[in-house]
C-alpha cells in the first residue's frame, strides 16, 4: 500500500532543469519514475520532439499499465532544416494549449514541459501568457520546465532551477546519438 502525502499537504513546486548538457529530460524522467512509484498521475508534453521521433520515454510509458503518459506535440528538432519557424510555431501553441489545460484543471500530479525552455527562449510562445498559467496551477501540482536557454523570467518564476553543464559529449568526436541514452 502506497503511503501517499495528500495533496492539501503537499507544496507543488515548478522545477527548471536547464543547461547546455546532456541530461535535462533524462533527470525529469527519473522524477517521473520516484512520482509514479508514490501512485501519482504524470504526463509529459514534449514541445520539441515530434509524434514520429520514437523514444524510449514514449514507448515505457505506453507499455506500462501506470498513469504515465508521453505526448510529443513538437515539430522536430530544432537543427532539422526542412521544418520551417511557422511549423515549430504552430506545434509549440498547440502543445501550450493542451499544457494550459492540464495545468489550470489540475489534471495530474507532476506535468513535464519537455523541452518548453526552447520554445520560449525561441519566442514561439508569450512568456507573459506563459507565466500567467503557470501562477494558476493547483497549490499541490509540481511542474517541471526542460530544455537549454531557460529565460530570465522563467527563472524568476520557478522555485527549483538546475544547470546542466557539458563537460565532455561523445558527439564531439563523432558518435552519434543513441538508442536508449539520447533517445
Given at each position: 500500500m502506497l503511503n501517499k502525502i495528500a495533496k492539501d499537504k503537499r507544496h507543488g513546486l515548478l522545477i527548471n532543469i536547464t543547461g547546455n548538457g546532456k541530461g535535462k529530460t533524462t533527470?525529469?524522467?527519473g522524477t517521473a519514475l520516484?512520482?509514479?512509484?508514490w501512485g501519482w498521475k504524470v504526463t509529459a508534453i514534449q514541445f520539441v520532439k515530434s509524434g514520429s521521433t520514437a523514444t524510449g520515454e514514449k514507448q515505457l510509458a505506453e507499455s506500462l499499465d501506470l498513469p504515465f503518459e508521453v505526448i510529443t506535440m513538437g515539430a522536430g528538432f530544432t537543427w532539422n532544416r526542412k521544418i520551417t519557424e511557422d511549423e515549430h510555431i504552430q506545434?509549440?501553441?498547440?502543445?501550450?494549449?493542451?499544457?494550459?489545460d492540464y495545468i489550470i484543471n489540475g489534471k495530474v500530479d507532476l506535468l513535464i514541459l519537455d523541452e518548453l525552455n526552447i520554445a520560449?527562449?525561441?519566442?514561439?510562445?508569450?512568456?507573459?501568457?506563459?507565466?500567467e498559467v503557470l501562477?494558476?496551477?493547483?497549490?499541490?501540482?509540481?511542474?517541471?520546465i526542460t530544455g537549454r536557454n531557460a529565460i530570465d523570467e522563467i527563472i524568476e518564476v520557478?522555485?527549483?532551477?538546475?544547470?546542466?553543464?557539458?563537460?565532455?559529449?561523445?558527439?564531439?568526436?563523432?558518435?552519434?546519438?543513441q538508442q536508449g541514452i539520447e533517445f
Open positions: 533527470s525529469a524522467f520516484r512520482a509514479l512509484g506545434c509549440a501553441k498547440d502543445a501550450w494549449q493542451l499544457a494550459s520560449l527562449d525561441k519566442k514561439w510562445l508569450d512568456v507573459a501568457e506563459i507565466i501562477k494558476q496551477r493547483p497549490p499541490w501540482m509540481h511542474l517541471i520557478s522555485n527549483l532551477v538546475s544547470e546542466i553543464k557539458e563537460v565532455k559529449h561523445p558527439f564531439n568526436t563523432g558518435i552519434i546519438a
